[in-house]
């Protein structure tokens, strides 16, 4: 049997191993599965930096955040046998990103506020008046879909009425994401506010268990998947026009944007200062959310682990 506190009994069902841009999983017993955060950074769906301690924050604050979510919907989570590594059921991944927005902002061709500049008025399939401002709120939460594939079709910006038309999910169940994704918004953003910070907008990944029943998937609410800004002085700064105080991967965003950087050819190497930026702002959104301050930890199971591949000569 597996045992969940520090995976003792491990054992693999190789070559059952996926490597995704941040994480590697594999296969455990009793239809659970291992999964590896690592300290790169992904954009424009390709690796460009190492973040330190950014995958012990994206793995410990994802389960801060699913044992405190389960009251809306169910999830993947059972343990965190070390600062990097989780336990989780296997689901069979919904072929859509569900992306929840609050703010309109933005700065890549599918971004709301990008569009919305571009003279577009109706966008995801929502219309939107003028007269906005950048990184203004929204009425209400909206949800914009993108598609979860191979490189080429990531990223193709869907309506809600798209994923049901092109059969990408089944009616029942979408409805039962959109539910979930805006309950959970919602619960992230009262979290956040309690803690001196806006929640603008996050990604969330939905999967089906073995039984049929939508769970969530991947990460939640972490500095790598949401925009976190300071709430303090959100609106004295969009009055401004300027940018919002960040705890996210901003200063990455910016120094990609700043060396014209769309996703295509080699990333620019990214300075000294942007990496420590980002992990200070990493440590942060984990301290001001969860209360607690950021401790680095030891990795026994990801050690373990390479160890025994190595005996099987898998690396």
């Not at 455990?28 to 954009?43: G, I, K, M, Y």
């Not at 793995?59 to 044992?67: H, I, Q, R, T, Y």
């Not at 990531?154 to 994401?177: F, K, M, N, S, Y």
């Not at 803690?195 to 990604?203: C, E, F, I, Q, S």
Request: aromatic share 8%.
């Amino acid at each position: 049997m597996l045992s969940t506190e520090g995976c003792s009994d491990l054992e693999l069902a190789l070559p059952d191993r996926r490597s995704g841009k941040v994480r590697v999983s594999y296969s455990l017993q009793d239809n659970t599965r291992l999964f590896l955060t690592t300290d790169r950074l992904s954009a424009f769906d390709r690796i460009v930096a190492v973040v330190p301690f950014k995958g012990q924050v994206l793995n410990e604050l994802s389960a801060w955040w699913f044992n405190n979510s389960r009251h809306i919907v169910d999830n993947h989570f059972i343990s965190c046998p070390d600062p990097n590594a989780t336990i989780g059921h296997a689901a069979s991944p919904l072929a859509v990103e569900v992306v929840v927005r609050g703010v309109i902002t933005g700065s890549t061709t599918t971004s709301l506020w990008h569009q919305y500049r571009n003279g577009a008025r109706q966008i995801y399939g929502y219309h939107f008046p003028d007269g906005l401002r950048k990184n203004e709120l929204l009425p209400y939460p909206i949800i914009t879909p993108t598609t979860k594939g191979e490189a080429g079709a990531h990223d193709e910006p869907l309506t809600c009425a798209d994923v049901v038309a092109r059969g990408i999910v089944e009616p029942d169940v979408w409805q039962c994401v959109q539910d979930a994704a805006l309950a959970l918004f919602a619960h992230g953003q009262h979290v956040a506010r309690r803690a001196g910070l806006l929640l603008a907008d996050t990604k969330y990944e939905f999967g089906l268990a073995s039984d049929g029943s939508v769970v969530l998937i991947d990460e939640m609410h972490t500095p790598d998947s949401s925009r976190f800004w300071e709430l303090s002085t959100y609106e004295e700064r969009v009055d401004r026009g300027d940018e919002p105080e960040s705890l996210d991967k901003e200063p990455v965003r910016l120094a990609l944007s700043a060396a014209g950087y769309d996703g295509h050819g080699e990333p620019p190497t990214l300075s000294a200062i942007t990496v420590s930026e980002t992990t200070q702002r990493y440590v942060d959104a984990f301290a001001r959310l969860t209360g607690r301050a950021f401790t680095p930890g030891t990795y026994p199971v990801q050690q373990r682990l390479e160890k025994n591949l190595q005996i099987m000569g898998v690396l």
